[in-house]
Nanobody
């Protein structure tokens, strides 16, 4: 059973930086996607950034140029470096892993970590 453990959230002033980390435990084989989503109460969870196991990354338009996603294959870890944070980045950030077995997709989620950006 795969589990995701996140760390790195907190309170930061606007313009500051934070790095989120997520480590996946368990056996992960083949092509997969690891990424970060965020959610504000009352809103849907939205994709922030994701990276395939081949290293192809995608970002939400709102974070392009400010956030960088990276992966550590050996540790099955994913990181999100967040720079120039804005109050609108305040949300609970969730780590996500997607694995594929044939046509079957399996999503795994972390417990979430709060990021609060003060103005």
């Amino acid at each position: 059973q795969v589990q995701l453990e996140e760390s790195g959230g907190g309170l930061v002033q606007a313009g500051g930086s934070l790095t989120l980390s997520c480590a996946a435990s368990g056996s992960i084989f083949g092509f997969n996607v690891m990424g970060w989503y965020r959610q504000v109460p009352g809103n849907q969870r939205e994709l922030v950034a994701a990276s395939t196991s081949f290293g192809v990354a995608t970002y939400a338009d709102s974070v392009k140029g400010r956030f960088t996603i990276s992966r550590e294959a050996v540790d099955n870890a994913v990181y999100l470096q967040m720079n120039d944070l804005k109050p609108e980045d305040t949300a609970v950030y969730y780590c996500n892993l997607v694995t594929f077995a044939g046509s079957q997709r399996q999503d795994y989620w972390g417990q979430g970590t709060q990021v609060t950006v003060s103005s």
